[in-house]
C-alpha cells in the first residue's frame, strides 16, 4: 500500500474519531460529576443545525461553532434544570433530550436540506497543509487540534487542578461533598453544561466539516457511541482518547469495506464491535473491581441535600 | 419571593394521576406555540395530532394498530422499572423477538398448520428473552450497570438484523432488496375485527396490560417488585432475593419486547425489513412514564402515542407539518411529565425573603 493511500485512510480515520471523542470528552465529565446523560445524539443534532444555520446565515464557520455550542448548552440547561433542580430521572430525561434533539434540527433544518456551507480555512501554510506526507500534522480542520487540545485540558483539570477535585468529590460521594460545603447542584450543572457544549461542537463537526451539506440525522447514531467511548475508557482522558481513536479506525474499516463492497467480516460486524468491546470492558472492570477506575459512585443517583 | 420544594412524606396521589394530564395539556399549548411561531397554524397542528384522530372513526383502527406494541413493550418495562431495574434496549429486545419469529417463519415456509404461528410468537418470546439475559446475567454475576448494556445490545441487535437482511436471509426472489420473503397465510396474525387492519396483537395488548395490571396488584410477586423499588432496605430485610428480582424484570421486560416484535412482524410488516426498527422501544419509554407504570394507565398513554403518531402522518398530509412534528410533541409530553412529577415528590412553597415588605 502506498504512502499516499496510507495518509488519507489515516485522515478519514482522524475525521471519524474527532466527533467522538469531542462528545465523549464532555460526558465524561459530566460522568464523572455523577450525572448520565443519555442525551448526547440529541445535543449533538442540535449543535449540528445550530452551527449550520448560523453559518450559512454569517458565512463565518467560527460562529457557527460557538452558536452550536451555545444552543447545545442551552438544550443541556434544559436537561440540567430537569435533573438537577427538579430531581428528574437522568435515563428518561436524557432520552427525552435525544428525542427531542432528532426532531427539533430536523424541523429547524428542513430548509437547509441539500444546501452547503462555507468551511474553515486551513490552519497551517498551504505549502504544509497541502503536502501529501506533512498534512498528515497540518492538514486537518481546526476543530482537530481543538479535540486534541480539550484532552490535555480536561486530563490536566480531573487529575491536576483543585477544581477537578471538586468534581471528582461530587461524583464519588456527593453527601460528603456537600457536608463540606461545597454545592452540588452548581457543579454537576456546570459539568452538564461542558457536556453540551463539547456535544454541540461534535455535532457541528457533521454538518460544518465531515460533509458541509446538512441532511437529517447526519450524526447517525454516533452520540451512543460516544457514550459508549466514556464506558469503554473507564472514565479516563488519556484512554479516551486512545479508545476514539480505535473505534474511528473500526468504523473507517467498515465505511470502506462497505464501498468496496468485499470484507474478511461483515461490514455490520465491525459496526458493531464497538458496542461488544464496550461491553466486555464493562464486564471486565467489574470482575477486577478495582475501586480507582470503576465507574463514579453517584453516576445516575438524584441529589438532593438533606436540609 | 423565593419558591422552594418540600419533600412530602407520601406520594400525592392525586397528582399521580393529574401530571400526566397537565403534562400533555402543556405540550399542547407549548406545540400550538412553536408551530405558529415557525410559520405554521399552530391551533390545527395541535389539533390535527392530538384531536383529530380521536373524532374520526376512520383513524381508530390506526390507534389500535399502532398502540398495541406500545402498550405490550411498556407493561414489560414497567415491572422493572418500578424495580429500579432500568433496561432501555427495550428496541434491541423487540428487534431480537422478530427475528427469531421470523427464523420460525422462513424455516416453516413451505409447511402449514395452525402450530405455525403459536410456534412463531413463543420464538419471539424467548428472542426477547434471550437478549434481557444477557444484561441479566452480567449484573446478577459481575454486577455490571444494566442501563449501559441494554443500551449497547440494542445496535448490536440492529447490526444482527442488516447483516441477515443483506446476506444469509435475504429473499433470492427480492429482486436484491435486502428483505425476507413475504410470509404465508399460516405465518400472519389473523385480523381480530373483520373489515379493518385490526389483527390479533391488539386484543393481546389488552389481555398483557390486564394480566400484568393484576400480577402487580395482586400477587405476592407483584408485591416484591413493588417493594424492592419502594424501600429496598425493607426488600432486604425480608429476605426477597435481588437477583431473582433482576432476572424476572428483564425477562418480563425482554419477553414482552419480543412478543411486540414478532406480532408487528406477523403483523403490519408480513415480513422482516431493514426498516422494521421504529423506535418503538424508547417511545415505550415515554409510555411506561406517562402510565405511571401502572399497566391500565399504560393502556390509555399507549393510545396518547399511537395519536401523536397517527396525528403526526394525517398532519403531514393535511398541513404540510414535517414528519418531526409527532417525535417533538413526544418528547415535549415527556419533557413535561418529568417536570411536573416533581409536584407528586414535592410540595412547591412560595416563601417571601425574610425582610421584605409584607
Redesign the interface.
Known amino acids: 500500500m502506498s504512502a499516499v493511500v496510507l495518509v488519507s485512510i489515516v485522515m478519514s480515520v482522524v475525521g471519524v474519531s474527532t466527533p467522538i471523542l469531542l462528545a465523549a470528552l464532555g460526558e465524561l465529565v459530566a460522568e464523572k460529576s455523577g450525572v ?1 446523560n ?1 442525551g448526547v445524539e440529541g445535543m449533538m443534532l442540535i449543535g449540528a443545525v445550530a452551527g449550520f444555520a448560523v453559518t450559512y446565515a454569517t458565512g463565518s464557520p467560527w460562529l457557527g461553532v460557538v452558536a452550536a455550542a451555545g444552543c447545545a448548552t442551552l438544550a443541556s440547561l ?1 436537561f440540567g434544570y ?1 435533573t438537577l433542580s ?4 437522568q ?3 436524557g ?3 435525544t ?2 434533539g ?3 434540527s ?2 429547524a433544518g ?1 430548509s437547509f436540506v441539500g444546501l452547503t456551507v462555507p468551511i474553515f480555512g486551513p490552519v497551517f501554510p498551504a505549502a504544509l497543509a497541502q503536502d501529501p506526507m506533512l498534512r498528515l500534522v497540518f492538514g486537518h480542520s481546526p476543530i482537530v487540534y481543538f479535540s486534541l487540545a480539550m484532552t490535555a485540558a480536561v486530563w490536566w483539570f480531573l487529575a491536576r487542578s483543585r477544581g477537578g477535585l471538586i468534581l471528582r468529590a461530587v461524583g464519588e460521594n456527593d453527601h460528603s461533598a456537600h457536608s463540606i460545603g461545597y454545592s452540588v447542584i452548581a457543579v454537576r450543572y456546570a459539568a452538564v453544561a461542558f457536556g453540551g457544549a463539547m456535544a454541540g461542537i461534535a455535532g457541528s463537526f457533521y454538518s460544518m466539516v465531515l460533509t458541509p451539506m446538512w441532511a ?1 440525522q447526519l450524526t447517525a ?1 454516533r452520540g ?1 457511541i460516544a ?2 467511548l466514556v ?1 469503554f475508557a473507564v472514565w479516563r482522558p488519556g484512554r479516551l482518547l486512545a479508545g476514539a481513536y480505535l473505534f474511528g479506525l473500526v468504523m473507517t474499516l467498515e465505511l470502506q469495506s462497505k464501498a468496496a463492497g468485499f470484507a474478511l467480516v ?1 461490514p ?2 465491525m ?2 464491535l464497538p ?2 468491546a ?2 466486555a470492558v ?2 471486565l472492570i ?2 477486577r473491581r478495582t475501586g480507582a477506575s470503576a ?1 463514579p459512585a453517584c ?2 443517583r438524584p441529589f ?1 441535600p438533606a436540609t | 419571593m423565593r419558591v422552594s420544594l418540600e ?1 412530602r412524606k407520601e406520594l400525592s396521589r392525586s397528582m399521580l394521576y393529574l401530571t400526566p394530564v397537565i403534562a400533555v395539556a402543556l405540550t399542547m399549548l407549548t406545540g400550538a406555540i412553536i408551530f405558529t411561531l ?1 410559520g405554521y397554524d399552530g391551533v390545527a397542528a395541535v389539533w390535527e395530532i392530538f384531536v383529530h384522530p380521536l373524532t374520526d372513526s376512520n383513524r381508530w383502527q390506526d390507534l389500535g394498530v399502532k398502540a398495541a406494541p406500545l402498550i405490550i413493550i411498556a407493561t414489560g418495562l414497567s415491572f422493572g422499572f418500578r424495580a429500579n431495574v ?1 433496561n ?1 434496549g427495550a428496541e434491541g429486545q423487540y428487534v431480537m423477538g422478530a427475528l427469531a419469529g421470523t427464523g420460525v417463519a422462513l424455516v416453516t415456509w413451505e409447511m402449514s398448520g395452525p402450530w405455525i404461528l403459536p410456534a412463531m410468537l413463543a420464538a419471539g418470546v424467548m428472542g426477547g428473552m434471550g437478549w434481557a439475559a ?1 444484561p441479566a446475567l ?1 449484573r446478577t454475576r ?4 444494566e ?3 441494554t ?3 440494542t ?2 441487535a440492529i ?2 438484523l ?2 441477515l437482511m ?2 444469509p436471509w435475504k429473499d433470492p426472489m427480492g429482486f436484491g432488496f435486502p428483505q425476507t420473503r413475504m410470509f404465508t397465510a399460516d405465518q400472519l396474525l389473523p385480523i381480530a375485527v373483520p373489515g379493518t387492519i385490526v389483527h390479533l396483537g391488539v386484543p393481546i395488548a389488552l389481555v398483557v396490560a390486564l394480566a400484568a395490571w393484576i400480577v402487580m396488584g395482586r400477587t405476592v410477586f407483584g408485591f416484591r417488585i413493588r417493594t424492592v423499588g419502594r424501600a429496598p432496605q425493607a426488600a432486604r430485610y425480608a429476605g426477597f432475593d435481588a437477583n431473582a428480582t433482576v432476572w424476572a424484570t428483564l425477562m418480563i421486560g425482554g419477553g414482552l419486547a419480543g412478543l411486540a416484535g414478532v406480532l408487528e412482524a406477523a403483523g403490519p410488516f408480513g415480513q422482516m425489513t431493514p426498516q422494521f426498527p421504529a423506535g418503538y422501544g ?1 417511545t415505550a ?2 409510555v411506561a ?1 406517562l402510565g405511571r407504570l401502572n399497566p391500565l394507565g399504560i393502556v390509555l398513554a399507549g393510545i396518547v402515542l399511537a395519536v401523536t403518531y397517527v396525528g403526526g402522518e394525517t398532519a403531514q398530509t393535511r398541513l404540510g407539518l ?7 410533541f ?3 409530553t ?2 413535561f411529565l ?2 411536573t ?2 409536584l407528586v ?1 414535592y410540595r412547591i412553597r412560595l416563601a417571601r425573603p425574610e425582610g421584605a415588605a409584607a
Open positions: 448520565l443519555l434544559m430537569l427538579l430531581t428528574s430521572n435515563v428518561a430525561t432520552l427525552a433530550l428525542i427531542f432528532i426532531s427539533i430536523s424541523l428542513e437529517e447514531g451512543w457514550l459508549a464506558v461483515p455490520e460486524f459496526a458493531a458496542y461488544l464496550t461491553i464493562l464486564a467489574s470482575v465507574a453516576l445516575g438532593k | 419533600k415557525i432500568w432501555i444477557v452480567l459481575l454486577g455490571v450497570n442501563i449501559l448494556t443500551l449497547m445490545l445496535y448490536v447490526q444482527v442488516y447483516f443483506n446476506g424508547f419509554i415515554i412514564f414535517p414528519d418531526a412534528a409527532a417525535g417533538l413526544q418528547a415535549m415527556l419533557f418529568l417536570a412529577d416533581v415528590r
